[in-house]
Each structure stands twice: as structure tokens, then as C-alpha cells.
């Protein structure tokens, strides 16, 4: 078996540090070794965004990375977008309008969005619905997803 | 996943030495979204892993005017595309760059691992071949350039050899009057392996009406993305007109070798090469006017 890797990592601001073969995925080690199972499992392939990560900036499967590959890196899960008082104005949003049913794919729907409206406060529906082809759901029909992430852009932009 | 060991190098002569040693049991990571899912898949089997990302020559993104573009063989879909300069200088590869997965996968995917994967079906490499691009190899016995149409041998085989590197893409200096498009075929708007794709180049004449030269390359029609000489050949010197295109559109489906799969028929795919070789060229030519 080849050697672990230690790694040295940012993960939703903290510094964290973990053992993991080089085999494993970015995925893998999120559930497996550090116990932060919001993240989900999907397809496993690059399919379908369950397992949706921030990493350095961009939104990435992290089924396709390496657990080594995070050497030095930023990264940000489901676990970091809500604080201990109250929900992420998309969170919020998913709830209300009702934008998830076994939601397997809800983390990587609520990271792929939060990074798109970061980015861009105003995106129409076509802009939406392009932005999250790379996550799929097999409940809700996507309607109300989208629904939820368009309201959200306004709940955000009158916050500014 | 199998086991292996993975090693990050800092250089490119270390990057060689790494994969040199081990020939065929080693293999390069880039953005891993060819690679990770073979491993996993048990489609191929490595001992070690080179992640050649903090290769500095892998990651140069250099673009000028004059010089042309010079594009490492690790950089991701989305720094293509969110540089202005280079969308425009080169469109049919930014065509393929923002097509390539979804944003999940352009974040990480990179054009020099789309080329390397050697898939008949991938998206950047008839862009590339009409752009005239070169490859930067890299190897134990030094650096070697070659024309992208002569990269891939077969599906998911290319020309590199004992542990080589592909380094980067040299592209050369946009000329004025000139345009590309790249469009594929999918049963969906997005995350699809393409039916049949097709890239188209004109350079035209400073009036904008005769078209100077032109390169037509294809892809999921043959064993490996395909290079169409006669298309170009049919165009040089004509007016810029519907028949012009008909004759390179003809040329395309002539030299389109496509087999029946799930995706599609020999006659789908054929039908389906003289449409986007026409739509192509339209958008190419639409391109180099503006
Ligand atoms: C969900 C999903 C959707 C996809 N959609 C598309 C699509 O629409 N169109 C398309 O064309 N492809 C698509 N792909 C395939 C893949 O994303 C692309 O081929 C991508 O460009 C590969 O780049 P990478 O950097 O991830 O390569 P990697 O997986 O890192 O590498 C690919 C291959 O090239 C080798 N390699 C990498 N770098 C080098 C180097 N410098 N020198 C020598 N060999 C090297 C690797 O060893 C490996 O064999 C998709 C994949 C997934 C998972
Ligand atoms: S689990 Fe990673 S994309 Fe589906
Ligand atoms: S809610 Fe079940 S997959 Fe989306």
C-alpha cells in the first residue's frame, strides 16, 4: 500500500490536518476520515454535483480530486455556509420554496449557487439553469430549484 | 480506487525524471476528470500519479498580438475563458472551453488533458487543429514539437512516448480577418459526449469577400479527431458564398469515417457533419467580418 500523505488544508476558515492514502478522494476524505458528511455521494463520476465543493475559489466535484491534491488549499463545504444563528439566505430559500425532497443533491445545488450569485448578484433563469447543469436531482424537477435560487438573488441583493 | 503513490513536482525536469522512470505504469494528473474516473473504473492501472499542476511551464497562460498564445498543457477550462483577449483571438477554442462538463468540470478540466485523453469525441482538439495549434513535448531526450492533427494514434492512444510530457499548446498570432466556430451535437443542451462535432477556421481577404485559406477538422467521426485538408483546399481562393461552403461541407462527410454506436448512426453522423460543417464555417466567416 503506498505511503499516506499528510495534508495541511483550509477548510471553511480553519486549519485542518489529515492522514489519507493517495487513492482517496477529496470526497472520501470530507466523509470518511474527517466525519463531514454533508457533503454527498452521487454518481461518484463527475455527473452529478452531490458532491460539489468550493475549492481556491472555483466550484469543483471533489470526487474528481485527490484527498492530496488539497495540499495548501481553500476550501469550502456545506458545513461552513450557514453560521450558528441562522440559515444561508439560499438555504432559507430552498426551505421555503420547498426545493428539495430526499436532498442528496441540495449541498452541491446550494454551493454551485451561492458561487454563481458571489459572482453575479442578478443572473436571469437561463443563466441559472446553465450554471447548474453539472448538478443534478432526481426528485424535484429543477423548477422549483430554480425558483428558489432566482428569490434568493433578490432576498441577497436587498440585503446588499 | 487501486492503490498508487502520487507525486506533486515543483519542476519540469522532474516532472520527466518521475514519469520516465516508471514508463508506462506512471500517468499525468491534470484536472483528473479523464483520469480519476478511469481509475476508478478499473480502465486503466497505474503505480504512480504526477500531478503536474505546480509545473510552472504546464501553467503558463502567455498571449500576445504579435507572438501568438502560449497555453500549458495544465490550465483549466475557465482561465481560457474568462480572458477577454484570448476569447477573441481564438473563438473556436473558446467554444469548446465553455462546453467541456458543466462549470464544475471547467474549473478544473484542462484543454492540454482533453488533447492528451486522445478521446475521438473531445471537444477542444478540432478547435485546436484549426487554429493551427502545435504541441510541446517534453521527454528524457529533450522537447520535440508537433502539429496537433498528428497528436492522436487511436481512441485514447497519442504519440507520446517513455514517459513524455506534453508541455503546452503553441498557438499562433490571430491574424485580422480571421474567425473560428466550434459546434457539436448533443441530444441535450449540456454535460454530453458529442454526436458529431465540427471546427471551422477562415482567414478571408481584407474586402471580407473571397475566403484566403481555411482549415475544417472534425470529431466522433472517426478513430481520432479528424483533420479534413480537403475542405480547406475546396474553399481557398472562392468567393465567400453558400456553394463554396456546400463543396467543404461535401468534403467533410466524404472524409468522415463514423461508426453506429448508442449515440448515433454512420448516416446521422454523416448528415450531421455537413450541417455544423456549414453552420461552422457561417459562424466563422460571421466571425472574421466583425
Ligand atoms: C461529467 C463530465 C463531463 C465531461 N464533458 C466533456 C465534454 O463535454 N467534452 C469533452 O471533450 N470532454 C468532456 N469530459 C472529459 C474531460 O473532462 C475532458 O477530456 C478534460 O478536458 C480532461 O482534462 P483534465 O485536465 O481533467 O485531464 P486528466 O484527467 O487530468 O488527464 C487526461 C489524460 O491525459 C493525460 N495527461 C494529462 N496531462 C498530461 C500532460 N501534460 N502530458 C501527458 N499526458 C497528460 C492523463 O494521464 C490522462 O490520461 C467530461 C468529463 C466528465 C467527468
Ligand atoms: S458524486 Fe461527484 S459528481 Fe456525482
Ligand atoms: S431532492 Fe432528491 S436528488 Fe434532488
Known amino acids: ?160 | 480506487m487501486q492503490d498508487f503513490e502520487y507525486i506533486a513536482p515543483r519542476t519540469l525536469s522532474e516532472a520527466v525524471a518521475l514519469m520516465s522512470e516508471k514508463g508506462e505504469s506512471a500517468r499525468p494528473l491534470a484536472g483528473g476528470t479523464d483520469i480519476l474516473v478511469q481509475l476508478r473504473g478499473g480502465r486503466r492501472s497505474v503505480e504512480r500519479i504526477v500531478d503536474v499542476k505546480h509545473v510552472p511551464e504546464l501553467n503558463e497562460m502567455s498571449f500576445s498580438r504579435e507572438s501568438g498564445l502560449v497555453l500549458g498543457a495544465a490550465v483549466p477550462c475557465y482561465r481560457l475563458y474568462q480572458d477577454q483577449d484570448i476569447a477573441q483571438a481564438y473563438p473556436g477554442i473558446m467554444d469548446a472551453a465553455s462546453m467541456i462538463g458543466g462549470i464544475q468540470i471547467q474549473g478544473r478540466a484542462s484543454v492540454g488533458g482533453n488533447l492528451c485523453n486522445a478521446a475521438p469525441s473531445a471537444d477542444a482538439i478540432p478547435p485546436l487543429i484549426v487554429h493551427n495549434a502545435t504541441c510541446v513535448i517534453a521527454g528524457q531526450q529533450g522537447t520535440r514539437e508537433i502539429a496537433v492533427e498528428e497528436f492522436c494514434t487511436a481512441p485514447g492512444r497519442n504519440v507520446l512516448q517513455g514517459g513524455e510530457l506534453l508541455v503546452s499548446m503553441r498557438i499562433p498570432a490571430p491574424k485580422s480577418g480571421s474567425g473560428g466556430r466550434y459546434l457539436r451535437f448533443i441530444p441535450r443542451n449540456e454535460m454530453d459526449i458529442a454526436v458529431a462535432g465540427v471546427g471551422s477556421w477562415v482567414q478571408l481577404s481584407p474586402d471580407n469577400r473571397s475566403i484566403v485559406s481555411a482549415r475544417v477538422a472534425l470529431a466522433s467521426v472517426a478513430p481520432t479527431p479528424l483533420f479534413v485538408e480537403e475542405s480547406g483546399a475546396r474553399l481557398a481562393g472562392r468567393e465567400v458564398s453558400k456553394e463554396a461552403i456546400e463543396d467543404a461541407a461535401q468534403a467533410a462527410m466524404e472524409a468522415a469515417r463514423p461508426i453506429s454506436d448508442m449515440r448515433g448512426t454512420i448516416q446521422q453522423r454523416r448528415h450531421l457533419v455537413g450541417v455544423l460543417t456549414r453552420r461552422t464555417l457561417e459562424g466563422a466567416i460571421a466571425r472574421a467580418t466583425n
Open chain 1, 1 to 160: 500500500m503506498a505511503k499516506k500523505a499528510h495534508i495541511e488544508t483550509t477548510i471553511n476558515g480553519e486549519q485542518v490536518e489529515y492522514l489519507c492514502e493517495p487513492r482517496q478522494s477529496l470526497l472520501e476524505v470530507l466523509r470518511d476520515v474527517l466525519e463531514m458528511t454533508g457533503t454527498k455521494e452521487g454518481c461518484n463520476d463527475g455527473n452529478c454535483g452531490a458532491c460539489t465543493v468550493v475549492m481556491d475559489g472555483r466550484i469543483v466535484n471533489s470526487c474528481l480530486v485527490l484527498g492530496a491534491e488539497a495540499e495548501g488549499a481553500n476550501l469550502e463545504t456545506i458545513e461552513g455556509v450557514a453560521t450558528p444563528d441562522s440559515l444561508h439566505p439560499l438555504q432559507q430559500s430552498f426551505l421555503q420554496n420547498a426545493a428539495l425532497q430526499c436532498g442528496i443533491c441540495t449541498p452541491g445545488f446550494i454551493l454551485a449557487s451561492k458561487a454563481l450569485l458571489e459572482m453575479e448578484p442578478d443572473p436571469g433563469e437561463e443563466r441559472v439553469r446553465h450554471w447548474l447543469a453539472g448538478n443534478l436531482c432526481r426528485c424535484t424537477g429543477y423548477d422549483k430549484i430554480v425558483k428558489a435560487v432566482l428569490e434568493a438573488a433578490d432576498v441577497l441583493e436587498v440585503k446588499g
